[in-house]
């Protein structure tokens, strides 16, 4: 078979949306479209159809405003969350994050996973950006002065440098450490409720794992994006349930603030757990996903993996080589572990039952009564480490 003629700067494997991601802050630094090559295995039209919400931090926006992709050509329908209310199941104690506390359109926006393609994909063909699916890499060979591709169809590419941006989830990835099982599956839905409250997400802690709702408008009158999280045996019988059931089960959990649930999509389920040995050699580096896969709660896994996307294209634009690669594993540890640690210590502290549980209700309580405390969450899970707004100039609302 023939073989591919071109060789390139950067070769990205996947793209979703943290190697889309990539490739558009790439060009938007400088770097020639046909430098670059994105490697995936699914077709386009399968991304773009891919339903899954995604809730995207204010900071992330700010990386996708940067590439060129928030919103593109009158597309990407989002759902913007003002308020955000955190609270223990059968405790005392609540906080509430609000925009207006930090001067800012929205703390963040919901939307679809396919939604988030469409826009990046758009601006990387505008760019020139050689795109290649779908196919897989079948092996990777380093040597002193480049990386050698060879795709399943026999193709070779050589690149100065190889990113890997695949996604998937625990349990779907054999080249990475499993650090933690969390012994949970996220029930995945979009539901009704009888008295909506506009643009607020809720994290509510039970004893059998967290539960968010998060706004997300549809043509189909579903107003809220459903991650459920508990044991395996009790996701299968979630998904099992007649709608009616499931209902008054989320309404057990949830409580009352939005009246009753009313409606329920299509339940899907996966396993959760964490995933946190980024890999790396002298001319490859993993990122997003592919790098760290999180627990759910807080939403921070692609927030986090857009961020890593931001701070290797700006290093990859200066220098396509190892020493990029060695100053982005410096530049994003801080940032890597603050996040891991807080969805991790949120997955597991708040689950069970005890005397535990009411203290760290007491906590939430605290929490929403001490200003400083409650602003660094806020940023903390709008643009990573404190300063990690300092990525992209800031745009106030």
């Known amino acids: ?57 204010w900071g992330s926006r700010m990386l996708l405003e940067d590439a060129g992709a928030w919103p593109a050509s009158g597309h990407f329908p989002s759902t913007a969350i003002h308020s955000i209310h955190v609270s223990r199941r059968g405790h005392l104690g609540r906080s509430l994050l609000d925009r207006a506390e930090h001067r800012l359109d929205a703390l963040g926006y919901v939307t679809r996973y396919g ?17 290649i699916r779908p196919a897989r890499v079948a092996t990777l060979d380093e040597t002193g002065d480049h990386v050698t591709l060879t795709l399943d169809d026999g193709r070779t590419l050589t690149a100065q440098v190889a990113v890997g941006a695949e996604g998937g989830v625990f349990g779907q990835q054999d080249d990475k450490k499993q650090t933690r099982d969390y012994g949970q599956h996220a029930v995945i839905a979009r539901v009704a409720a009888s008295n909506p409250i506009a643009h607020r997400a809720f994290e509510r802690f039970t004893d059998e794992g967290p539960l968010a709702l998060l706004p997300q408008d549809g043509a189909d009158g579903l107003q809220y994006a459903l991650v459920w999280c508990v044991a395996p045996d009790r996701a299968a019988a979630l998904q099992a349930m007649e ?8 309404g057990e959990a949830f409580g009352g603030r939005l009246g009753r649930f009313t409606r329920v999509s299509a339940r899907m389920a996966y396993p959760l757990g964490l995933n946190a040995e980024a890999h790396a050699t002298t001319r490859t580096v993993a990122i997003g996903n592919a790098a760290q896969t999180l627990h759910p709660v807080a939403g921070q896994g692609l927030n986090l993996g857009l961020r890593d996307a931001a701070v290797l294209a700006r290093l990859l634009a200066r220098c396509p080589g190892p020493e990029a690669i060695g100053r982005f594993l410096d530049e994003r540890a801080q940032d890597r572990r603050l996040t891991i640690a807080l969805t991790d210590t949120m997955a597991r502290a708040f689950v069970g039952s005890g005397p535990l549980q009411s203290v760290l209700g007491l906590g939430l309580a605290t929490l929403d009564a001490v200003k400083p405390a409650r602003t660094l969450l806020a940023e903390v899970m709008m643009y990573g480490r404190r300063g990690g707004s300092s990525l992209l100039p800031q745009r106030q609302g």
């Not at 060009?27 to 995207?56: F, Y």
């Open 1 to 57: 078979m023939e073989q591919h003629p071109h060789t390139y700067d950067v070769a990205i494997c996947g793209a979703g949306p943290v190697g889309l991601a990539l490739a558009a802050l790439l060009a938007r630094r400088g770097v020639d479209g046909k430098r670059i090559v994105l490697i995936d295995a699914r077709a386009l039209g399968q991304s773009i159809a891919d339903p899954r919400s995604i809730a995207l931090a």
């Open 115 to 131: 939604e988030v393609v469409d826009a990046l994909a758009r601006t990387v063909d505008a760019a020139g950006v050689e795109v």
């Open 243 to 250: 709608e009616n059931r499931f209902l008054a089960e989320l």
